[in-house]
């Protein structure tokens, strides 16, 4: 089996054909519910009956172990959350859980950002790939556009996003939707990957788990202390940038952050990655795993 890479801010693939041995790992995963605290975060997410959180350890599992991934993509997850009753090896939708401890960002650039100019960047940057992609024997992806175009909440302080990409192969189009939520020293970060067809479903879980999660006290948004917290580098535009792996300087103007965008690493996140185009098909045509 080809061994699937990821990205953890871009996305998280499963495989097609589950191996026996991978049924022994399953049951040895120890999935929580109810308060779960992410201390790193200084935060907590109250899950209910309906989800299933994977701590630290069985993230590192289910990403390396099941879904073949480098160990080195495991290394900041903080865990992962699935609808409850789902199997890891199985299509479905995961959020990994991540924390970036880059101070509190600025929301000032949230309402005037050029989002549709910036999409139309992204689009040009994939098919500038694309003959690459050909030449390591891959197939090419289009960046249909904005599945949502990002929002910022003014009040819950998150923001949110999904793109949806088409591989040429007449496979289903994809789905990746990013939630991030703003504190006092940093953003949480939840991931999801999957089918277009699944966009309700992805949105409304991303949107239930960001109400279900709360910065402890001191710890929030609105607990910012001007003068003497450290401030991000960037604002919101940035964080939706550094979505797909783009590092952008602080303050960036709508076409210098553009500009950002061309950056190959940023493109190659982007875009998923020539290493990650095969394997990610798998995820459209995975058969049911046996008992």
Known sequence: ??????????????????????AETVDALSPQSGAIVLTEAQAQIGLSDDYSFYGPEDARTILVEIWENPPSQAE????????????PRQQSWGAIITWEPIGWVDSDDARNTDYAGLMVQMQSAARALNAQRRAEGYPEVQVLG???????????????WARELHFFDDEPNALHYDMRLLGRRGVL???IVGTMDQLAQIRAGAADLAGRTEFDSGARYEDFEAGRDDVAAYG????VATGVGVAVAKNVGAMALLGKLLQPL???LLVLGTAMLTPLRRLFSRKKPDN
């Open 146 to 160: 904005w599945a949502q175009e990002p929002r910022y909440d003014s009040v819950a302080h998150t923001v949110s």
């Open 189 to 191: 970060s939840m991931n």
């Open 266 to 268: 940023g493109i190659a």
């Open 76 to 87: 900041n997850a903080l865990g992962i959350v699935m609808p409850a009753g789902d199997d």
């Open 1 to 22: 089996m080809r061994p699937i890479w990821i990205a953890l801010t871009a996305v998280s693939v499963l495989p097609a054909n589950p191996l026996p041995a991978q």
């Open 236 to 239: 919101v535009a940035g964080v």
